[in-house]
């Protein structure tokens, strides 16, 4: 049998919202072609093999990017810039711990992925990770006011950048000395 899919509008998501996304839509086919994305929901064989195992309940389906894309709409580059569309990235979990149809309106990093994970599947997180576990924020509003909820952002090969992000600014510096990095 074939598998459910998600439609995703995809400008949305990684323009970091509706105006961001409506914006960008008037920016030509390109944008266009890209409004939305089809993605398989996890295979039915492998939910149907996992079930059959009694795996299922303890497996965790994860779709993410490690970037953002402005469709050149900022700079030369897809990618690598400090604005909303190159920054954010999509992040959609499926298992135990994630299950609760939560949106997490948090300043979330991917080196906080990690320990998330090792977390849902109970394994204890070594004191020298770096990130830490956005899990409680899924069930527990104290954990929501405490988050950081603040990023750093590395932006290099195209020019050599540092941002620091929060829910409401994004602060960068780039470094315009002669022997930066710039193709």
């Not at 948090?106 to 599947?121: C, F, K, Q, R, Y």
């Not at 069930?139 to 929501?144: G, I, Q, V």
Request: contains cysteine; charged residues 25%; glycine residues 8%.
């Amino acid at each position: 049998g074939e598998g459910k899919s998600i439609i995703v509008d995809a400008l949305e998501l990684l323009c970091g919202g509706r105006g961001g996304a409506e914006a960008l839509r008037g920016g030509g086919e390109r944008a266009d072609a890209a409004a939305t994305v089809e993605l398989p929901a996890p295979d039915v064989q492998l939910q149907q093999t996992l079930e059959e195992q009694a795996m299922l309940d303890n497996t965790i389906f994860i779709f993410m990017s490690d970037h953002g894309c402005h469709f050149m709409t900022r700079n030369a580059e897809y990618k690598r810039s400090p604005h909303n569309a190159s920054i954010r990235i999509p992040l959609i979990a499926q298992g135990p711990g994630f299950n609760t149809g939560e949106e997490i309106p948090e300043v979330i990093g991917n080196i906080n992925i990690m320990p998330t994970l090792l977390e849902a599947a109970g394994v204890p997180v070594p004191d020298s990770v770096k990130g830490k576990s956005f899990l409680p924020l899924m069930t527990d509003k104290k954990a929501r006011k405490e988050w950081k909820n603040t990023e750093l952002i590395q932006i290099s090969e195209a020019i050599t950048a540092r941002a620091i992000r929060t829910p409401d600014w994004c602060y960068c510096v780039v470094d315009r000395s002669p022997d930066a990095t710039h193709h």
